[in-house]
């Protein structure tokens, strides 16, 4: 039997992929209202495919406790922040679940850990932790890393079909591990040491930043010096070995926002480059406020309530607001003292902010300036609604004569 721990937005799809494919799955979460629901047939987040894939689960047979359970195998995925001075992963999560797993593991149990963490993490902190609970690392206990790879907005696609890695001490414990992704993944999986699985998922998001992070800091070269930073893009990319990415509004989820401040702050003095991309793609909101405010000067706007934000996601067509660029720039707006910003996600809900819409036409109709945080289909279609309005397009979405860019 697997029991997966952490049933948030990969603990979640893994559980229901495993169960739907003939494993004996218990989900555990410790809350317990998010349990309840689930068994009721409700998934906790919007993503294509999911309640189809939790009603099969649940035919299946898989059972959702706020209990740990005895398993042969603990498949952790809980969350890893960061601290936000010292830049290192913040383990604390993953600790208190293995703690917790501890209590009731059998020898010979299997202790998967997926979360995302920082190369020496697992050495540094979930060694200790088993060897002071007296269990001895490789006969009573097996540790295991097998960090995920999937994107909110495509789950349950790239769970089938995106290449995994396996970290573990022990091949012949890996290989077990492999075997039981294999179940659902068709991808290719690799079995190393704990540590190089740790290292490649940091690397892989690492070298995401840093990309976005050059075509930020072109967005905000080409803005000094009043040139067509889209255009010279899609110029230098006709080069066949050249591929820039487009500039954004800041970058959000919890992933390529996090992961790479990890490598920072390990090795502060050797990940120069990694943290002045991040510095630069934090920069990214308050960059966009400035424009607001650039714009609205033009346009001789005096009140700021005038402002809408499209968008509060941190990625289109989902509602996932982890690290938000639309959370950050009103963050951001309230460290000047200022607030009033009227914001709108078709995705989102429930009530996370003051001065949110829940319908289009009412947004629009009480804003002057449109700021298109969030590329969503919705927007994308409806581009004519905007014909009225002052836009400031973070997307280059818009073909509207007299759209402002980033």
């Known amino acids: 039997m697997v029991n997966v721990i952490g049933l948030g937005y990969i603990g979640l799809p893994t559980a229901l992929m495993l169960a739907s494919h003939g494993v004996e799955v218990v989900g555990t979460d410790c809350n317990r209202e998010l349990v309840e629901e689930l068994k009721e047939g409700k998934a906790s987040f919007d993503e294509e495919g999911i309640d189809e894939l939790l009603e099969k689960a649940i035919q299946m047979g898989i059972v959702f406790q706020s209990e740990y359970q005895k398993a042969d195998v603990y498949i952790i995925s809980v969350p890893t922040p960061y601290d936000k001075f010292s830049k290192k992963v913040n383990p604390k999560y993953v600790v208190s679940a293995v703690t917790d797993v501890l209590n009731v593991a059998e020898k010979g149990a299997i202790l998967v850990i997926e979360s995302t963490v920082s190369p020496g993490t697992i050495e540094k902190y979930i060694r200790p932790v088993i060897e002071n609970a007296n269990y001895v690392i490789g006969d009573d206990i097996h540790l295991v890393h097998a960090p995920e790879r999937i994107i909110p907005g495509n789950m349950v696609y790239e769970l089938l079909n995106n290449n995994r890695t396996i970290g573990a001490d022990d091949k012949e414990i890996g290989t077990k591990i492999k075997d039981i992704y294999s179940t659902f993944c068709q991808g290719e999986i690799v079995v190393t040491d704990i540590k190089t699985a740790e290292m490649s998922k ?85 960059f966009i406020l400035n424009r607001i405010y650039e714009i609205m000067r033009e346009n001789k706007m005096t009140d700021i309530s005038k402002v809408g934000l499209y968008g509060l996601t941190y990625k289109e067509n989902v509602d996932d607001m982890r690290e938000s660029p639309s959370l950050q720039l009103l963050e951001s707006q309230k460290r000047h003292l200022a607030n009033g910003l009227k914001a709108y996600d078709p995705f989102v809900k429930k009530d996370v902010i003051d001065n949110q819409y829940h319908d289009l036409d009412g947004f629009l109709s009480d804003v002057e300036l449109v700021v298109i945080m969030v590329k969503h289909d919705e927007i994308k279609n409806n581009m004519n609604l905007l014909k009225n309005k002052i836009i400031l397009d973070c997307h280059n979405i818009c073909n509207i004569p007299g759209t402002y860019h980033i």
């Open 202 to 286: 940091v690397v892989e998001n690492t070298y995401r930043a840093v990309n976005i992070a050059f075509a930020n800091e072109l967005a905000k070269i080409c803005r000094h010096d009043n040139m067509d930073v889209y255009e010279i893009i899609d110029i230098c990319n006709m080069h066949p070995r050249v591929n820039i990415l487009q500039p954004g509004p800041g970058v959000g989820g919890h992933c390529i926002s996090v992961d790479p401040w990890f490598l920072v702050g390990d090795y502060p003095s050797l990940a120069k480059v990694i943290d002045e991309s991040m510095k630069t793609n934090d920069g990214m909101p308050d």
